[in-house]
Nanobody
Framework: QVQVVESGGGLVQAGGSLRLPCAVP????????MGWFRQRPGKERESVAA????????YYVDPVKGRFTISRDNAKNTVHLQMDSLKPEDAAVYFC????????????????????WGRGTQVTVSS
């Protein structure tokens, strides 16, 4: 079973930053396209960002473009989501996920593309 472990959540003021690490322990992270999702209270889980296996391609949903950055270090089997200029509407449980589907495209906007999920980390943004 592939484990995906995210961390780094917490409470931050609006305008502040958080960096969420995600690890795939015991696995070669470069095997997977990695994505971040979030689930806000009363809402469905939604895509935030994804990164190709080599890290050369990324995508972001419009609400986070220019504020969030996804990156990966395959040597350390880790992926990071750097979140800057946080807004109250960014408050959510953030999930990291790994996809065995090669390439990166619109399919990776969907939860169905991902095979393995972390348990989530809470991000709270105070106004």
């Amino acid at each position: 079973q592939v484990q995906v472990v995210e961390s780094g959540g917490g409470l931050v003021q609006a305008g502040g930053s958080l960096r969420l690490p995600c690890a795939v322990p015991g696995r070669t992270a470069s095997t997977y396209v990695m994505g971040w999702f979030r689930q806000r209270p009363g809402k469905e889980r939604e895509s935030v960002a994804a990164i190709s296996r080599s890290g050369d391609r990324t995508y972001y949903v419009d609400p986070v473009k220019g504020r969030f950055t996804i990156s990966r270090d395959n040597a350390k089997n880790t992926v990071h989501l750097q979140m800057d200029s946080l807004k109250p509407e960014d408050a959510a449980v953030y999930f990291c996920a790994a996809s065995e589907t090669p390439g990166i495209g619109r399919y990776h906007y969907t939860a169905a593309a991902y095979n393995y999920w972390g348990r989530g980390t809470q991000v709270t943004v105070s106004s």
